[in-house]
């Protein structure tokens, strides 16, 4: 499909997220007839109809949205939307177009695309791979989940550029072409329910979720690469569903591509083991991230990277927001906000990222999680005192007392204020205040942006 099939072709946009409206931007440019239709109202969406109305585009908004959409050439769905709806079910038996920006983007891209996926660690790994691919003197466009969606900018995006993209279950599911190099990290489960007010997908089951990814590696060709992680039986059986030259990244043994081992991230050329980093010298904490380094290095090595630029980037990265950022240092005890983990196995990794006590903030909101393994961790660890918040918080105490906790509880606190303010009751200083969720934010907070903002504001407090 070329940009120049959408002059005058009626389109439908379902769903006005941020990766809506930037289709919105570009249908628009390109001469598509378009209409947007979401589930939200005028009044709720605020400054974004104010902007769409501008562009001379019609709207379908409110509880019947989905009620017309007869008569449209091509259907762009966001990725909260669910394939499963039986709106869209019968626009798929009717054969018409049902398409997603992410879709339109790897259909209409000249440049060569880095996918990056796995249950968490996306964001990171794609930042670290975007800023090597930078520093080696490559144009990089990064997009996604962690940077913008980049449909409105694919007609100034040459052969010569790189695109990095970090994908999620949603983004990858429709699907029919496959990133140039696909990197696969860690895969456990996430979105088998939903619980995002503005969202209907979820994904069936673990292995439908799987069957989503896969979409990463399943159309490539013998001239790409897919990069998985060896220690992760998920990760790894990705090698078995691509044509594409394998690659592999560990953390427990040195007969792969790239690996990290005594606290050291080694990357393996035709000619040398060279070594690019420790931990003693990077910013950013926990073996997760040597992990996120060495597939990131790995990935840039493959594109053609200089040693000395993925070096770099390794040694003076300071991680993403609301992904154990440290955020303040009070009295001596440092507060980390990693309010983007949303599930218990990026708590794990936050929790074994420290060796002082810790005070730590869990809890919030449903997300189909089993709390036992973290529980476990938080009791055989140094976690001093468990902050139990919101409405997995009677979930969370459970999974800790059967593990045998003996460090103190605190449960009941309902506003970040009261929160933060029990943490700084409970530290002293050489201690951490770890604010790792586990779970998903919609019982108090809007999302995990607020809920880690809210975090950061109470903690500047403190330092006052």
């Not at 249908?27 to 902007?51: F, P, S, W």
């Not at 996604?144 to 993209?165: A, C, K, M, R, Y």
């Not at 990131?296 to 630029?309: D, H, K, N, P, Q």
């Not at 999302?447 to 109470?458: L, V």
């Amino acid at each position: 499909m070329s940009p120049f099939d959408f002059k005058g072709k009626k389109v439908i946009v379902l769903g006005l997220s941020v990766e809506g409206l930037d289709s919105v931007n570009f249908l628009t440019r390109h001469g598509a007839l378009v209409t947007c239709a979401d589930r939200r109202t005028k009044q709720e969406l605020g400054n974004t109809y104010e902007i769409l109305k501008r562009k001379k585009v019609t709207f379908q908004l409110g509880g019947t949205y989905l009620s017309k959409l007869e008569g449209y050439d091509i259907y762009v769905k966001t990725p909260g939307m669910s394939p499963r709806l039986p709106q869209i079910v019968e626009i798929i038996k009717k054969g018409k177009e049902i398409t997603s920006l992410t879709k339109l983007f790897f259909d209409l891209c000249k440049a060569s695309i880095i996918g990056v996926t796995g249950t968490k660690g996306k964001g990171t790994t794609s930042t670290l791979i975007s800023l090597m691919l930078k520093q080696s003197g490559k144009n990089i466009y990064i997009g996604g989940n962690v940077g913008i969606p980049l449909l409105s900018q694919v007609d100034t995006i040459t052969p010569h550029d790189f695109v990095v993209l970090e994908l999620s279950s949603f983004q990858l599911e429709d699907l029919t072409k496959s990133p140039h190099v696909a990197v696969v990290l860690k895969i456990t489960q996430d979105h088998l329910a939903n619980f995002d007010p503005l969202a209907t997908n979820m994904h069936e089951s673990r292995q439908s979720y799987i069957e989503a990814k896969k979409s990463i590696v399943r159309f490539q060709k013998p001239s790409d690469y897919a990069i998985v992680n060896a220690d992760d039986e998920t990760s790894a059986s990705f090698a078995s569903h691509t044509k594409a030259q394998i690659l592999r990244f560990s953390r427990k043994r040195d007969t792969v591509d790239a690996y990290v081992i005594n606290h050291t991230v080694y990357l393996k050329t035709r000619e040398n083991i060279i070594r690019i980093c420790d931990s003693s010298e990077v910013k950013i904490r926990g073996e997760h991230n040597l992990e996120n380094i060495a597939a990131s290095a790995l990935t840039a090595y493959t594109l053609g990277c200089s040693i000395e630029a993925i070096q770099k980037v390794a040694l003076s990265f300071e991680g993403l927001e609301h992904r154990l950022q440290l955020v303040g240092i009070a009295g001596g005890v440092k507060y980390y906000n990693d309010s983007f983990s949303t599930v218990p196995d990026t708590t794990i990794a936050a929790i074994e990222s420290f060796h002082e006590p810790i005070i730590l903030i869990a809890g919030g909101s449903e997300k189909g999680s089993d709390f036992t393994q973290m529980g476990e961790v938080i009791t055989r660890r140094k976690v001093k005192v468990l902050i139990s918040i919101g409405t997995m918080s009677d979930r969370i105490v459970h999974a800790v007392k059967h593990a045998g906790f003996k460090g103190k509880l605190v449960t009941g606190l309902s506003s970040m204020h009261e929160i933060v303010s029990a943490a700084c009751l409970e530290s002293q200083s050489g201690d951490i205040v770890l604010l790792s969720p586990a779970c998903a934010s919609f019982d108090m907070f809007t999302n995990y942006k607020e809920r880690g903002k809210k975090f950061i504001y109470e903690v500047s407090l403190l330092q006052n």
